[in-house]
């Protein structure tokens, strides 16, 4: 198979012949849509070996299915009507072709390109998978190779994400698929349930069911798992109508668990961040982490909130950086993962960061010993606004978000979310390409 000329060419997304074409930066990729879904691609590290790079077979991890919310229909406005009016009378030519794909923005080749890949697949099976944020190419696959897996998905579907894991070989497998899938998908969830290497128990099945589609991510399992084989955490789960990525990650962790009441973890299954990255269980370890340096007990403590979890860790901060500022200004911090820019600066003395923190009256100092160890790094924004940025790292290495805030931990604007959320995107890719 020879693609295009154009994926060899300039960066640009197309869909054509059933087939998703896309050259990016580092790599250029074919998907083949329904129902053959085949992915090839040619990727080099580094820009210099990109002539001798070859065409493999690849499975995507990233989201294929995206979703697409059609425009809103209503009337035209005012406006538009008067310009289509005044084209008409000028005969300016309104029923010209669109322009060539290559013609538009990369942005919008690459919409167009996705969207042309949904509409492929069997709407049941497209509305299935969207939910997923990774890892949605093996689902597919066993979606459209058993029949069965869509009705288990409807009603479970950690189970079919993590049966199309283990066929794919994500997670590690000691024995051969026996029975057959076809037989397996036949048989109750709970006998499916030790082919993702989780307890075969009604208990386990029904837990499973309770995690939406959306927080589904390969280590999922091996949190669930720990909340599985352990009977306290199994009760604390039992009583939660959804499982999120932050009520997992808290509840499978003993030391975060013991600070957790009910009425926390219901509050935290609502929290629509706590979705996609456990930011309050990164809260309690580096609480931990910093009552060990502050030596602040927190033994015996529980939180019935979000709210009273963080006006402890601003106690906590405040503790730590009376008792070990001498220690902080004496840390050795290591070397930022991501380069700055002119407007998105790293922290990388103690001195630094004690600045930060009394220029923007926030508790950052605090935040010495979890940067010591490597597990976040602060980078001080100067525009669109004012703000200081953590950044800590997903499972997969991926560095995200942690905290953004102006002075006085207040929220910042969506043009700031925007701007930072880009240079991380950029940074990472070019760390990708061996730029």
């Not at 154009?6 to 998907?31: M, P």
């Not at 299935?128 to 093996?138: C, I, K």
């Not at 006998?191 to 309770?210: F, H, M, N, V, W």
Request: aromatic share 10%.
């Amino acid at each position: 198979m020879s693609p295009p000329k154009y994926t060899e060419g300039r960066l640009g997304y197309r869909f054509r012949g059933g087939k998703l074409y896309a050259r990016e930066e580092a790599r250029a990729y074919v998907l083949h849509g329904w129902p053959e879904l085949v992915a090839r691609h040619k990727q080099a590290l580094n820009s210099r070996y990109a002539d001798v790079a070859q065409w493999a077979d690849f499975d995507p991890a990233f989201r294929v299915v995206r979703p697409y919310r059609p425009a809103k229909r209503g009337k035209p406005s005012k406006r538009v009507s008067e310009r289509r009016r005044d084209g008409e009378q000028l005969g300016l030519g309104l029923d010209l072709p669109p322009p060539p794909p290559e013609a538009l923005p990369l942005r919008e080749q690459k919409r167009r390109a996705f969207a042309g890949f949904r509409f492929a697949i069997p709407k049941q099976v497209a509305r299935l998978v969207e939910p997923l944020r990774g890892q949605q190419w093996p689902v597919l696959q066993l979606l459209r190779d058993h029949e069965a897996a869509c009705e288990i998905m409807a009603a479970n579907p950690a189970l079919v994400f993590g049966l199309a894991l283990a066929k794919q070989g994500v997670r590690r497998r000691t024995y051969p698929w026996l029975p057959a899938i076809d037989d397996l998908l036949r048989r109750k969830q709970r006998d499916i349930l030790q082919y993702i290497e989780l307890p075969g128990t009604k208990q386990a099945a029904r837990l499973l069911s309770r995690v939406p589609t959306r927080c589904l991510y390969p280590r999922i399992f091996e949190h669930l798992a720990r909340i599985f084989s352990d009977p306290a955490a199994t009760k604390l789960a039992a009583h939660l109508p959804t499982l999120n990525v932050g009520a997992v990650r808290v509840i499978a962790s003993y030391r975060c668990r013991d600070l957790a009441t009910p009425r926390f973890l219901e509050e935290l299954t609502e929290l629509p961040r706590e979705f996609h990255y456990p930011f309050v269980y990164t809260r309690m370890i580096d609480m931990h982490h910093v009552a060990i340096e502050a030596r602040f007990d927190l033994y015996g403590r529980s939180f019935r909130s979000v709210a009273q979890m963080e006006s402890t860790w601003q106690e906590l901060a405040e503790a730590y950086r009376t008792r070990a500022e001498p220690q902080i200004r004496s840390s050795n911090f290591p070397l930022p993962p991501i380069p700055g820019t002119r407007e998105i600066q790293p922290i990388t003395t103690p001195a630094q960061l004690i600045d930060e923190g009394d220029s923007q009256h926030n508790c950052v100092a605090s935040y010495a010993p979890i940067i010591v160890i490597g597990w976040r790094h602060i980078y001080r924004v100067l525009a669109p606004e004012r703000a200081t940025l953590s950044i800590v790292r997903e499972p997969d290495g991926k560095w995200v978000i942690g905290e953004l805030e102006a002075a006085y931990n207040t929220p910042v604007s969506p043009e700031t979310h925007d701007v930072v959320r880009a240079w991380l995107k950029k940074s990472q890719r070019q760390e990708l390409s061996g730029k």
